[in-house]
C-alpha cells in the first residue's frame, strides 16, 4: 500500500514538473515566433520631436551587454508570478495587455502606442517602442523605448525603457472619464506628444481643463444672456465631450493642421488652462454677440482681450460659437479660439 501512494505522489511530482516545462516551452515559442515577425516587419526608424535636443557626448545610455543579448524590437513587459520578469513582443502585445490590465488602462494604452512610430533614434541609439507593466495589477503602465534584453539563453527576458514617453495610472485615465473615453483620451495625449508636448505634461492639461471647467462652468452655471438679432432666449452654456476634444486638442495642443502648416488658433502656451477657461466664460458673459446668416440656431461671440501675448499670427480677440438647442433651451460651445490674422 505504502508502495503505491509513493507511486502516485512521484507521477503527480512529474506531470506538475511537465506542466511546468510545457508552460514555459509554449511561452519561449511563442514569444520568439512573434519575434521573428516583428523582425521581418519593422524596418521604420523616427526622430523624438523637436523639443528634445540631442545630449552631449557620453550621455548616451549603453546596454549591459554582459551575459545578456540586446535585441532592438517592440515589446511588452508584464509580471509572471514563479517565472520572472517575461516579455511578449509585438503583434501579441495589444491582444495580452486587454487581458493583464484592467480595462481603462489597457483601451488607453492600446491607442497611445498605435500612434507612436515604432522605432527611434536616441542619442545615437536606435530604440523600439514598448510597453512596461509597473505593477502587478495592471493598474499603472509606462510607454516608452527601448530595448529587450534576453538573459539565460532567451528563457529570461527583460525589458529597458531607455527613453520613457508617459506614465498613466488607472486613477488619472477615469479622472477625465466623464469628458473623454479611455481610448480617445489616448490618442490625444500621443498626437499632443508628437506636435512636441511632453506627455506627461499634456496630461496634466487636460485634467486641469476638466477641473476648471466644473468649477468655472458647472458650479457656477455660466448663462448665456440671449441676443436680440434673432430668437434667442438667456439659457445655461454647456460643454460637451466631444467638444472638449476639439477644443483641448486643435486650439491648446496644436495637434491639426491648416493649409499643410499647424493651425496657428491656438492659445499661447504661458496661459493656465483655468485662464483659458476664464477667458471663454468672460467672453459668453460679456462679449459682443451677431448671429450666424447661415445657422438660424448659432451665435458668435468676440471679446478682445489686450493684454494677451500672442504669436504674429494670431489675434487677441477670442472667438465662441454657441448652437442653441431649442428642444431643451440650453447652449452648446462649438469651439473658443483666438482669432487667426492671416499669414
Given at each position: 500500500m505504502?508502495?503505491?501512494?509513493?507511486?502516485?505522489?512521484?507521477?503527480?511530482?512529474?506531470?506538475?514538473?511537465?506542466?511546468?516545462?510545457?508552460?514555459?516551452?509554449?511561452?519561449?515559442s511563442g514569444a520568439s515566433a512573434t519575434a521573428s515577425f516583428v523582425n521581418a516587419t519593422v524596418n521604420s526608424t523616427a526622430t523624438l520631436p523637436g523639443d528634445l535636443s540631442p545630449g552631449k557626448p557620453g550621455d548616451e545610455v549603453q546596454p549591459e551587454n554582459v551575459g545578456a543579448e540586446i535585441v532592438v524590437e517592440k515589446f511588452f513587459g508584464t509580471f509572471v508570478p514563479?517565472?520572472?520578469?517575461?516579455?511578449?513582443?509585438?503583434?501579441?502585445v495589444l491582444a495580452i495587455s486587454k487581458y493583464l490590465y484592467s480595462k481603462p488602462v489597457s483601451e488607453f494604452t492600446e491607442a497611445f502606442y498605435k500612434e507612436l512610430p515604432d522605432r527611434i533614434s536616441y542619442n545615437g541609439q536606435e530604440l523600439a517602442k514598448g510597453i512596461e507593466n509597473k505593477n502587478r495589477w495592471g493598474t499603472k503602465v509606462e510607454i516608452g523605448y527601448g530595448y529587450v534584453k534576453k538573459k539565460w539563453f532567451g528563457l529570461k527576458k527583460e525589458t529597458v525603457i531607455v527613453k520613457s514617453v508617459i506614465t498613466i495610472t488607472r486613477d488619472e485615465v477615469k479622472a477625465v472619464?466623464?469628458?473623454?473615453?479611455?481610448?480617445?483620451?489616448g490618442k490625444l495625449l500621443a498626437r499632443a506628444y508628437l506636435k512636441g508636448w511632453d506627455a506627461n505634461d499634456a496630461k496634466n492639461v487636460v485634467e486641469e481643463f476638466y477641473d476648471a471647467y466644473?468649477?468655472?462652468?458647472?458650479?457656477?452655471?455660466?448663462?448665456?444672456?440671449?441676443?436680440?438679432?434673432?430668437?434667442?432666449p438667456p439659457g445655461k452654456v454647456v460643454l460637451t465631450k466631444k467638444?472638449?476634444?476639439?477644443?483641448?486638442?486643435?486650439?491648446?495642443?496644436?495637434?491639426?493642421?491648416?493649409a499643410?502648416?499647424?493651425?496657428?488658433?491656438?492659445?499661447?502656451?504661458?496661459?493656465?488652462i483655468r485662464e483659458i477657461v476664464i477667458l471663454i466664460k468672460k467672453a459668453i458673459?460679456?462679449?459682443?454677440v451677431t448671429c450666424d446668416p447661415k445657422d438660424p440656431n448659432t451665435v458668435i461671440i468676440r471679446k478682445t482681450?489686450?493684454?494677451?501675448?500672442?504669436?504674429?499670427?494670431?489675434?487677441?480677440?477670442?472667438?465662441?460659437?454657441?448652437?442653441?438647442?431649442?428642444?431643451?433651451?440650453?447652449y452648446e460651445i462649438i469651439t473658443a479660439y483666438l482669432e487667426w490674422l492671416r499669414r
Open positions: 505504502n508502495n503505491i501512494g509513493g507511486e502516485l505522489m512521484g507521477w503527480k511530482r512529474f506531470v506538475a514538473l511537465a506542466l511546468v516545462v510545457l508552460f514555459l516551452g509554449m511561452t519561449v514563479g517565472i520572472g520578469w517575461v516579455v511578449f513582443i509585438s503583434g501579441v472619464e466623464d469628458l473623454f473615453s479611455p481610448k480617445e483620451y466644473k468649477d468655472v462652468f458647472v458650479k457656477n452655471r455660466v448663462t448665456f444672456r440671449g441676443a436680440p438679432c434673432g430668437n434667442f467638444r472638449v476634444a476639439h477644443i483641448v486638442g486643435r486650439h491648446v495642443f496644436g495637434i491639426y493642421e491648416y499643410g502648416q499647424s493651425d496657428p488658433t491656438i492659445f499661447p502656451k504661458y496661459l493656465t458673459e460679456t462679449g459682443s482681450f489686450p493684454e494677451l501675448r500672442t504669436n504674429p499670427h494670431t489675434s487677441k480677440t477670442l472667438r465662441v460659437i454657441l448652437r442653441y438647442n431649442r428642444s431643451k433651451g440650453w
